[in-house]
């Protein structure tokens, strides 16, 4: 962790994450526009979507990290763009007038394509808590992908409307071992930093820390944590910390205190929408077709690749095809999506040329999650911030890094929660099933024992020096590890392998992917700063050199 330490005031008594929001510029301020009314409306919703015939000189597939980055600095180059979106705007309330639905009331917004929902704690007492849903195309995509259910975010903004913020920079002395082809003096002097300041990435007052109601469960985990001498460190997160102390007095709408977050979050989070889209859309070069859903990139005749893109209504069907010529494409689907495109477009011959590397490589960055029952001395509160701020680092000792999570159900449970990032030897491949002409993902659920025994040697310990013992009732009955999912899916088209060293796809020049699928599937902490912080090293090689 690199921000370990109280962040320091400046001399007016700014702290320094209000600093670094400051520095954001416009990510900073439209950050304060978006508190009150949520999201901005995005110039794409002026602009429409997408003619059929279209000619645009670059085309990205996605409006996650990687896409957004990729999006301003070709703006900012002077290159006009236009980004394709499979999922909703997310700019228009519903009737109860927010644009997303609460975690603890999942409505027809929160599922992509589902008709019940498919929460990753699926048990409270042994009990199933999904419910009903209407199938809609909602922000959260549970994706079932063989043994793995990967989770993902739908719409303009990609992951960063469903995930928790945590903005992590991985400790130097790991990076060898997450990109070992890029320079690492390069990541931390330059892209790190770049990216950090792009996110709007800030800590936690330390001392707000210690007295707020919302982080009684942070505070006992860290307990716990010292009492077995693990070290406790505050992670970073784009949360608007400012916001969110408001909410905890009262002054403001709540979002994190009213436990917003798989679902979408109405206020406090710095999504991409309010940071590097709103900054991207803000040149004028920039265009978003939403619920546009890129289904084949081949080369075109005269120069260029020809794209289809399938229109689609909030039943996920199809309400037009859409063929576009594109000087450059950039894959910014995210892992899954990137990969299976790929795999899908080299076997039915739309793009033969791609390499032998492409689908290989994905990992789940060694997710597994799991719940310690406390003493009823030990209460960790009924409000709870769904935003996590600290975690407990392994990594070095045991191959485990664990976020201490929120379990925001508004009750008082005396339940710790944890999402562990492992070093999970384990990688999986994407391959072309031409029977059922789908793609498919050999992960074995049985190579998740790796993860949970690295796991393990933070919380065996923890429940030995206090005498508690596992949580059996949240993800099923007498089942301990939630060790069905990944929300970090990464890799399928790694950097160096798929691509050049710059995401350059081999094979067609004009072609490159710019998202998590690069990264080989493990970041050692949770991966967004890095796929933004590649994203931002390989977009200016690629300016400077190709365009
Ligand atoms: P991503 O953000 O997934 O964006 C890809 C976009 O492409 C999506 O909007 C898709 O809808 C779209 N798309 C896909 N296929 C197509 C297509 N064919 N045509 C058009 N559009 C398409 O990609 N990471 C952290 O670092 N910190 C956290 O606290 C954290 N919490 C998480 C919590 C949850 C519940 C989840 C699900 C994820 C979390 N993550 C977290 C992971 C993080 O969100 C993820 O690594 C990034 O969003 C991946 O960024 P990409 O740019 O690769």
Request: proline share 5%; hydrophobic share 40%; net charge neutral.
């Amino acid at each position: 962790m690199r921000q370990t330490t109280p962040a320091p005031r400046s001399p007016k008594g700014v702290s320094r994450r209000r600093f670094i929001a400051g520095t954001g510029s416009l990510a900073g301020t439209v950050a304060l526009a978006g508190r009150a009314a949520a999201a901005p409306r995005t110039a794409a919703a002026a602009a429409g979507p997408i003619a059929d015939g279209a000619r645009v000189p670059v085309l990205i597939v996605g409006t996650g990290y990687g896409g957004s980055v990729a999006a301003l600095r070709l703006a900012q180059a002077g290159v006009d763009v236009h980004m394709a979106e499979m999922g909703m705007a997310w700019d228009t309330p519903g009737t109860d007038g927010k644009i997303f639905a609460n975690t603890t009331s999942p409505d027809y917004r929160s599922y992509w394509l589902r008709t019940r929902t498919k929460q990753p704690l699926s048990n409270f007492l042994g009990f199933p808590i999904d419910r009903d849903v209407p199938r809609y195309t909602g922000v959260l995509d549970a994706e079932e992908m063989g043994e793995i259910t990967v989770y993902q975010g739908r719409g303009v903004g990609g992951g960063s409307l469903v995930n928790g913020g945590m903005a992590v920079t991985p400790k130097r002395e790991n990076f060898g071992g997450i990109l070992p082809t890029v320079n690492a003096d390069d990541m931390y002097g330059t892209y790190y930093p770049r990216a950090n300041a792009g996110l709007g990435v800030g800590t936690v007052d330390p001392d707000w820390f210690e007295t707020a109601d919302c982080y009684q469960y942070a505070r006992v985990g860290r307990k716990h944590a010292e009492r077995s001498g693990f070290p406790f460190v505050f992670v970073p997160d784009v949360y608007d910390w400012d916001y969110m102390e408001q909410e905890a007095a009262g002054t403001v709408p709540k979002s994190a205190l009213a436990g917003e977050i798989l679902y979408g979050n109405n206020y406090g989070k710095k999504s991409l929408q309010k940071t590097y889209l709103a900054r991207a859309l803000a040149t004028g070069r920039v265009s978003i077709s939403a619920q546009h859903k890129v289904t084949s990139v081949t080369p075109a005749a005269g120069g260029g690749f020809t794209v289809v893109i399938e229109q689609i209504d909030t039943t996920g069907a199809t309400t037009a095809t859409k063929t576009v010529t594109a000087g450059r494409v950039f894959f910014a689907a995210g892992s899954v999506g990137t990969s299976k495109l790929l795999v899908r477009l080299k076997a039915t011959g739309a793009l033969p040329g791609l390499n032998d590397r492409v689908g290989k490589g994905w990992g789940d960055n060694g997710n597994v999650m799991c719940g310690r029952a406390n003493h009823l001395w030990d209460p960790t509160g009924a409000l709870q911030s769904s935003i996590p701020c600290s975690g407990i680092d392994n990594w070095t000792a045991g191959g485990a890094f664990a976020e201490v999570a929120p379990l925001p159900t508004g009750i008082e449970t005396y339940a710790s929660f944890y999402l562990s990032i492992t070093d999970t030897p384990h990688r999986a491949e994407f391959g072309w099933d031409a029977a059922a002409g789908a793609v498919r993902l050999n992960w074995q659920t049985a190579w998740k024992q790796a993860s949970i025994d690295m796991a393990k040697t933070i919380f065996d310990k923890i429940n030995s020096t206090e005498g508690t013992i596992y949580r059996t009732d949240l993800f099923g009955t007498y089942k301990i590890w939630g060790d069905h999912l990944t929300y970090h899916p990464l890799g399928g088209a790694v950097l160096g392998e798929a691509t050049d060293n710059y995401g350059r796809l081999h094979g067609y020049p004009g072609l490159y992917v710019i998202d998590g699928a690069l990264i080989p599937g493990n970041t050692s902490v949770n991966p967004f700063v890095t796929i933004t912080a590649l994203a931002e090293r390989n977009i200016e090689k690629i300016i400077d050199v190709d365009l």
